[in-house]
Nanobody, 124 residues
């Protein structure tokens, strides 16, 4: 059974940092890209970042480029999202998801399993 479990969310002041974790199980970790998405109240889900371990590639949305860093620990089957210089507009529920493919993509249709989400709140 595929499982994705996020952790690490919380409340932080603007300019602060958080590190989100996504613990994956039930599939061969290296064979599929993992992405981070977020959804703020009243807004559509948007792609934040993704990583392809097979191709050694990463992708970042323009809104987080230079502030967020995605990485993976293959031994632990865990993907991390280090979020620095957080802004109030980063407030959202953050989800990790497993792609159907190994290449990095931010197209939600390519993702078939999703975690339950973790809340990130950035106060001004």
């Amino acid at each position: 059974e595929v499982q994705l479990v996020e952790s690490g969310g919380g409340l932080v002041q603007a300019g602060g940092s958080l590190r989100l974790s996504c613990a994956a199980s039930g599939f061969t970790f290296d064979d599929y890209a993992i992405g981070w998405f977020r959804q703020a109240p009243g807004k559509e889900r948007e792609g934040v970042s993704c990583i392809s371990r097979r191709f050694g590639s990463t992708y970042y949305a323009d809104s987080v480029k230079g502030r967020f860093t995605i990485s993976s620990d293959n031994a632990e089957n865990t993907v991390y999202l280090q979020m620095n210089s957080l802004k109030p507009e980063d407030t959202a529920v953050y989800y990790c998801a497993k792609a159907r493919i190994s290449g990095a993509t931010m197209t939600p249709a390519y993702y078939d399993y999703w975690g339950q989400g973790t809340q990130v709140t950035v106060s001004s």
